[in-house]
């Protein structure tokens, strides 16, 4: 254990400790001990003193008693004549040393200056740390990187930052040394850092390298689900990063203030010695004294001499990260960190499609034969024929095959072709089908991209990808304006057929429902159960936006819901269903009927497209939609009815409903379904006509649609009855309702 | 990290002229690539900057409701709205422009304004500026389908009522915590001796004073004349619009 590291992080706490104790104490004299102490946007108070002291610090006041803590952690400077065993020491002021910069960081927030400046972020908030945290934990972005100091070179700086893109790897940065930081490096250089590209610059002083803890703190806390206050849950907390979320520091330079046997300053040993207690070693690029021992971290504490060229693979080495580097056969830099960036008018080179020209994607399977794995083929101009500034048609056909590849699993694939191609650098992709806008950025075209790069990223990605389902991949790229404009057409008609197919698919078909609750700040107990033949009652999400929607953002509105065992299949009731919305709706709602009215129906918001209601002297149902401004049968307008219905009520005998529904074979099956139907407005008959006619005819009833009556037919229950009689609707035979 | 200054007031206080300008200047100086965004459903903004028949946000919201019934089974509605937002960006030398348009009519709306805070989110980290034009109610920013703003401009003019409205956005803010970091005053037009009574309301509503601009005949001819602002030369505004920029602390 190195005595020169231990004594400096030890002096570096000490330090640390005695200048948030003297920053607090002036804000406490200028503000107030009941002012707030706290960052934005986040449940977590202060992290760093929630995970190591369980305390929520909220006022000013509470910070004396954190620093009061911190202080106890302060080890003794180990005197030079005197050698005692003093790990644990070195870390406890570690901690000391993060308690005492999340303090000084919150004081930025209570006094100022914001640390949101510039270049600078600042402190991560809850949000952020949901969207691109839960990469961390599912694999898609293997670890982080703490960069603390700067390269010789902006070059260097650049090239470094390239290499943990390529590998997916977050970067944070804090700190400077002899006054240049890494990220100024980076912003000299033009390169965009925030949250999108995978590059957050935190601050310009060693304190702001505090906010990367509490964010790898809050992960363990939010993923993790450890709630802090106790020792056991904080060693939880910091095993968790240990063993989950891979990260390293990299110490960069030499301070040219501390002194030779040390390189770096007291306070940067200090921090360092405050992530070895998250399992997270440090790797440099000068001689400092090395910890090679394993024990805190998985493998060694401190490497150094390590050349700035070969420093990424060695940290990766010494964290134990695995790391899958897809090398693509193309001019410009891959990975994750490229999926957000727009490729603006002036900066780009060419671009395909959007409202600029036509463009399309798809995905076929093909028999192994006519598949030649590896070849791509642009038919048409490549980009040397092609003009700065312009437009150009472009047909992305991608044909694969395999022996476990099976048709159902062309869309899924083809849903990649966006990611894949959005992580070039320097080539924007959006959209998908015939709908596609591609760019290609000046930058990009200068150092040699060409369309058929296309075809070797998706080659790439598929095999790598997909490896057990396909064997063989291969890209034709047509920009020739008549041989695309024909495979568009044919690609439309694919795309149909694929939507048809879907269109068909029923509850009893998967294993798993979503639910949405994007409308809980309106209606806190509600939540919709979306179902293939049941879209949810605001006619905006079907099944499969649900389905997208929670891949896009797994914490967001959508969750999958599992059916589990059937209760009831006519009424459409299953065990872990009900289980699920016990616990969504806060008790509100114990279990309920997919198909039914008159049964523990399925609650609304308050925006539903429909609104169907019994008519007890008709012994049916009748639907009204919300922009039908007339009476009803059942003697209340729609306003009223969705004021009797809304809010997350369970009110037997009235349903709120998408407009798709009615035309699901699992409208109100339950009752009896459509043979229910009695009354309907007008133009609502209209705009569901074509679908609702077809599905009539499927079940043998074809004349059912015209015996529904509108409000020219009918505005009383007596009225309805009448009408009801004298076209003979089938309602009339059935049992009673009620 | 983009820098988000938001420009809001009663109506005809001026706002758009002043947003067209604060573009122009930062443009000028080579701060760049910047998002203007139109946030007033009257939509003024992009005439000023000689921007026409431009589809809006809004347009493209009352498309998609109108159409949910008709979409393709097997595509995701999520994915086609992505990408008319983008294809709704109008570009430019220097910089992007959207129109917000129309706000909801009738309809449920919590879907796509979940989609447009999401595109916000995405969209302004590829910019340095993004300068907002709202109006009074500030109805994208309660709404939360924009997210912070670093600096809130409120513009005044000689009407009194002016100043009731700003009154009623600072309130505005102050209860929605973190919406707005700074909110500065702007007096536009307003006659050199009612200036003071415009700076002692600001101190007494404590809002910092950001400068004033005197009714221009060079701006108001431009303006009459349908030409956009990006084109005009008119040194004193320049230096104005140079030191309100100064004052705001906008400039890195």
Known sequence: MSKIIATAAIRGAHAMVARAEQALAEAIKSKGKDAAAEYPNTAYYLPIMYLFLGQKVKKLGDLTESLQE????????????????????????????????????????????????????????????????????????????????????????????????????????????????????????????????????????????????????????????????????????????KQRVYAFVLALGADSSAGKDQLLTDEKYATAAGAINFGFPVIADTDIPQILPTGICTYEHVVSGVRTEEIVSRAVEVRGLTIKVTK?????????????????????????????????????????????????????????????????????????????????????????????????????????????????????????????????????????????????????????????????????????????????????????????????????????????????????????????SHKIDEHGPNEPVKKGVVIDAVRGQWEDVNSYIDVKSHGNLKKFNAYSILEDPMTSCGCFECIVAIVPEANGVMIVDRDFLGMTPVGMKFSTLAGQVGGGAQVPGFIGIGKLYISSPKFIAAEGGWKRLTWMPKQLKVDVEDRLRAQLKKVGLPDLFDKIATEDDAESPEKLVEFLQSVDHPVLSMDPML | MAKTIAVAGKGGTGKSTVAALVIQ???????????????????????????????????????????????????????????????????????????????????????????IRKFHEDLTPSYAWVVFDNEAGLEHISRRTTSKIDVLLIVVNDNPISLETAGKIVQLTDSLPGSAEKRYILANMVREDRLPYVEKWAQENKIDYAGHLPRTSAIEDAIMNGASLLSLKHPPTRDRISAILEKIGSVA
């Not at chain 1, 020491?89 to 100022?112: D, H, I, M, P, R």
């Not at chain 1, 310009?204 to 020792?231: C, D, Q, W, Y």
Request: glycine share 10%.
């Open chain 1, 70 to 241: 911190a202080r106890k952690l302060l080890g003794q400077i180990p005197s030079k004549s005197l050698w005692l065993p003093y790990l644990g020491e070195t870390l406890n002021s570690g901690v000391a040393t993060l308690l005492a910069e999340e303090t000084l960081e919150v004081l930025k927030y209570v006094t100022g200056p914001n640390p949101a400046e510039g270049i600078w972020l600042g402190f991560t908030g809850d949000e952020i740390l949901r969207l691109q945290g839960i990469k961390l934990v599912d694999g898609r972005m293997p670890g982080f990187a703490a960069i603390v100091g700067c390269t010789e070179t902006d070059e260097q700086a650049v090239q470094l930052v390239r290499e943990l893109q390529e590998r997916s790897i977050l970067v944070f940065m804090a700190g400077h040394t002899n006054g240049k930081a890494f990220a100024e490096q980076l912003a000299a250089q033009g390169i965009e850092m925030n949250w999108n590209t995978f590059l957050v610059p935190y601050g310009k002083e060693i304190t702001s390298a505090v906010h990367a803890l509490n964010f790898a703190a809050r992960s363990a806390m939010t993923f993790g689900g450890i709630e802090p206050g106790n020792l056991k849950a904080a060693r939880d907390i910091l095993m968790y990063n």
């Open chain 1, 328 to 548: 693509i056969p193309i001019p410009v830099q891959y990975g994750a960190g490229f999926e957000g960036e727009r490729v603006r008018k002036e900066d780009m080179h060419v671009q395909f499609g959007g409202q600029y020209s036509d463009a399309f994607e798809i995905l076929r399977m093909r028999p192994i034969k006519d598949v030649e794995d590896g070849k791509i083929e642009v038919i048409g101009p490549e980009i040397k024929d092609m003009q700065q500034g312009e437009a150009y048609p472009l047909g992305i056909v991608v044909d694969v095959a395999g022996r476990a590849f099976h048709e159902d699993f062309e869309s899924v694939v083809e849903r990649r072709v966006h990611e894949y191609i959005s992580c070039a650098n320097g080539i924007f992709h959006m959209g998908q089908r015939s709908i596609i806008w591609v760019r290609i950025s000046k930058q990009a075209a200068a150092k040699g991209f060409h369309v058929s790069h296309f075809g070797d990223i998706l080659i790439s990605r598929i095999k790598n990808d997909f490896s057990k389902l396909v064997d063989r991949v291969q890209v034709k790229l047509y920009t020739d304006p008549l041989k695309m404009k024909a495979l568009m057409e044919m690609a439309r008609g694919v795309y149909n057929q694929r939507d048809d197919k879907i269109g068909g698919m029923t509850d009893e078909d998967v294993s798993e429902y979503y639910s949405c609750t994007l409308c809980q700040s309106y209606a806190p107990n509600h939540v919709c159960i979306v179902t293939p033949q049941r879209l949810g009652l605001c006619g905006a999400y079907t099944w499969l936006d649900c389905k997208a």
């Open chain 2, 25 to 115: 200047r930062l443009r000028a100086k080579g701060f760049g690539p910047i998002l203007a965004i139109d946030a007033d459903p009257d939509a003024n903004l992009g005439n000023l900057l000689g921007m026409r028949n431009i589809k809006t946000i809004g347009d493209l919201r009352e498309d998609v409701l109108k159409e949910v019934k008709n979409f393709p089974a097997g595509m995701n509605k999520a994915s086609y709205v992505e990408a008319g937002l983008h294809q709704i960006i109008a570009e430019a030398d220097g910089f992007d422009f959207i129109a917000m348009g129309r706000s909801e009519g009738a309809g449920c709306y919590c879907y796509m304004n979940s989609l």
